[in-house]
């Protein structure tokens, strides 16, 4: 008799695993995403953190700015891999109504996002997976941390590290003590060039220029006097005025501030070298030729380049 009470009981479990499928998604969440927005779709971004203030990204037609709380140039990096986990696979999902939100902390978010108009509020991680807990509309997903990590970040951290505009083709540049600039036949031109220049010198600092990123980047403080160790112009094509940037002194590292946008881009002092003085080497070993020394003009020529299982719910650590 005990027997058949526990096969009866073994059999009722055995059913209700089949039914409820512990572990896994219903059919109709198996492939359910965080928003249903493709990376082409969203035009606007807002994120909002406790104790910083709201940031506020606009797409410009295949260009981010950022809008609020300064006006700058996005991370174009940063941004397209957050419109990529945008769309991200979540694990489980649940009716918010159904769950003590304080629990999993989303009744004070870490993070609010909006993606257009669709809010993301991003609450604790679950202690055994790691995976976060997300309330989007009436639901609370668990999804990964990717979106998370793009966007818990200091506010300069949108700010666009480039110091030239992506795509820029450099005309020109002016800095102490050296001009470059095109010849008559396309060619670059070094003004004044050492007698040792070395080949290629002069396309290998406007290559500089073009790619020169910096290691971070921060507001310039209103009505602060810093020192200046020089100025440097670089002229676009396609762009009227020349975009300046003064040499800062006194400053540990190698640091250059903006003039048009006022941001200070912080680079490493081996950085220097490559952005301000041309390349030497020792006669005979890869330098220029003496007529082109003596012109002024670098040895290469041409146009400067551009470039299932549903995990169980945890409260999540406070």
């Known amino acids: 008799m005990q027997i058949n009470i526990a096969l009866l009981v073994l059999v009722a479990a055995l059913a209700a695993v089949v039914y409820f499928r512990p572990g896994q998604h219903p059919k109709s969440q198996a492939k359910a995403h ?25 797409r410009h037609g295949q260009r981010w700015r950022v809008s609020e709380p300064f006006k700058a140039r996005a991370d174009e990096g940063l941004i397209g891999s957050a419109l990529s986990a945008a769309d991200e696979t979540v694990s489980a999902s649940y009716k918010a109504a159904s769950l003590k939100l304080a629990k999993f902390g989303l009744t004070k978010p870490k993070l609010k996002v909006w993606l257009n108009g669709t809010e993301i509020d991003f609450g604790g991680t679950n202690p055994l997976g790691g995976k976060r807990y997300v309330r989007v509309g009436g639901h ?17 951290g949108f700010i666009s590290r480039r110091l030239l505009p992506e795509g ?31 080949k290629g010198a002069v396309q290998d600092l406007v290559d500089s220029w073009t790619n020169a990123y910096a290691m971070s980047v921060d507001r310039a403080e209103k009505g602060s006097s810093r020192p200046v160790a020089g100025t440097v112009q670089i002229r676009l094509k396609g762009r009227k005025q020349p975009i300046t940037f003064h040499i800062l002194g006194a400053t540990k590292g190698f640091a250059l501030e903006r003039e048009d946008d006022g941001f200070v881009y ?3 002092g081996a950085r220097r070298q490559d952005l301000l003085k041309l390349k030497t080497g020792s006669p005979g070993k890869g330098t220029a030729t003496s007529s ?18 549903r995990p169980a719910l945890k409260p999540a650590p406070k």
């Open 292 to 309: 082109q020394s003596k012109a002024g003009a670098d040895s290469q020529s041409g146009p400067a380049p551009s470039h299932s299982g």
């Open 266 to 268: 912080k680079l490493s």
């Open 140 to 156: 609370v997903l668990v999804v990964g941390d990717s979106l998370y990590n793009q966007l818990s970040i200091p506010v300069n």
């Open 168 to 198: 820029a083709t450099i005309t020109g540049i002016e800095a102490p003590g050296l001009t470059v600039s095109r010849g008559q036949k396309g060619q670059w031109q070094a003004k004044p060039a050492p007698k040792n220049l070395a």
């Open 34 to 58: 965080l928003t249903h927005l493709t990376p082409s779709a969203i035009k606007t971004i807002r994120v909002q953190r406790a104790g910083q203030p709201t940031v506020k990204l606009v």
